[in-house]
């Protein structure tokens, strides 16, 4: 039981840098989406198929691949073009990664969300002298946020389970301690369950918050 509560331990000393990860890539994604998003539903068609592209592309290939490509492949390419770049610390590119990652996700979030309001509520705002712009910034843009804030919390669970992926990366989060535990001890078994149980408290953690957040929208709206 001891060893198993040391492999909690130790994997838990990975959890902020997963939380901090998550975060900020949340972050990045809800305005990078946003403005994907926005794309998405813009007339022009050359903006539109841009969007869908990047939509499509990020969400058509793995995490890990991507995490490598900006860990890895990117320096590389760059210094046969003759530009001497590395990564000051390999959090900086997981970040941007999972990041550019949540966007496209959170673009398909945001934009069911827009569609969701009521058109009368731009035909209203218009009524009223709004701009297009105007509109979508003060009436439709809050509206809609209030409608996708359960997805965005469901978006931000669903990335600390995948940050583990960032491990292969040598990102020292969760996954990566249970692994550099297991590879010094060969404690394999209590290692990943100590990995497990750390995913698990965070995951039902903000789950619970989240249906928390939910009900009390509900209450709100009534």
Same mark, same amino acid.
């Given at each position: 039981?001891?060893?198993?509560?040391?492999?909690?331990?130790?994997? #838990?000393? @990975?959890?902020?840098?997963?939380? @901090?990860?998550?975060?900020?890539?949340?972050?990045?994604?809800?305005?990078?989406? #946003?403005? #994907?998003? #926005?794309?998405?539903?813009?007339?022009?068609?050359?903006?539109?198929?841009?969007?869908?592209?990047?939509?499509?592309?990020?969400?058509?290939?793995?995490?890990?691949?991507?995490?490598?490509?900006?860990?890895?492949?990117?320096?590389?390419?760059?210094?046969?073009?003759?530009?001497?770049?590395?990564?000051?610390?390999?959090?900086?590119?997981?970040?941007?990664?999972?990041?550019?990652?949540?966007?496209?996700?959170?673009?398909?979030?945001?934009?069911?969300?827009?569609?969701?309001?009521?058109?009368?509520?731009?035909?209203?705002?218009?009524?009223? @002298?709004?701009?297009?712009?105007?509109?979508?910034?003060?009436?439709?843009?809050?509206?809609?946020?209030?409608?996708?804030?359960?997805?965005?919390?469901?978006?931000?669970?669903?990335?600390?389970?995948?940050?583990?992926?960032?491990?292969?990366?040598?990102?020292?989060?969760?996954?990566?301690?249970?692994?550099?535990?297991?590879?010094?001890?060969?404690?394999?078994?209590?290692?990943?369950? @100590?990995?497990?149980?750390?995913?698990?408290?965070?995951?039902?953690?903000?789950?619970?918050?989240?249906?928390?957040?939910?009900?009390?929208?509900?209450?709100?709206?009534?």
């Amino acid at each position: 039981m001891a060893l198993y509560f040391k492999g909690f331990l130790v994997a #838990l000393k @990975g959890a902020p840098t997963t939380i @901090g990860v998550t975060v900020l890539a949340v972050i990045i994604g809800t305005a990078l989406g #946003l403005l #994907l998003a #926005l794309m998405r539903q813009s007339k022009i068609k050359i903006i539109n198929l841009i969007a869908k592209i990047y939509i499509d592309v990020v969400r058509g290939t793995p995490l890990v691949v991507q995490a490598f490509i900006f860990a890895y492949g990117l320096p590389q390419m760059l210094q046969a073009h003759n530009v001497n770049f590395t990564w000051p610390y390999l959090v900086i590119p997981a970040i941007i990664c999972c990041g550019l990652n949540s966007a496209a996700y959170m673009a398909e979030v945001i934009r069911s969300g827009l569609q969701a309001v009521d058109k009368g509520q731009m035909e209203a705002a218009r009524s009223l @002298g709004m701009t297009h712009k105007m509109a979508m910034r003060l009436v439709i843009i809050p509206q809609a946020i209030k409608i996708i804030l359960p997805a965005v919390g469901n978006e931000f669970v669903t990335l600390i389970k995948e940050t583990s992926v960032l491990s292969f990366v040598g990102v020292v989060e969760i996954m990566r301690r249970g692994n550099l535990w297991n590879a010094s001890t060969f404690e394999t078994f209590p290692a990943y369950i @100590g990995v497990a149980l750390v995913y698990l408290i965070l995951t039902l953690t903000l789950t619970k918050l989240i249906a928390t957040m939910e009900k009390k929208m509900s209450q709100e709206a009534c």
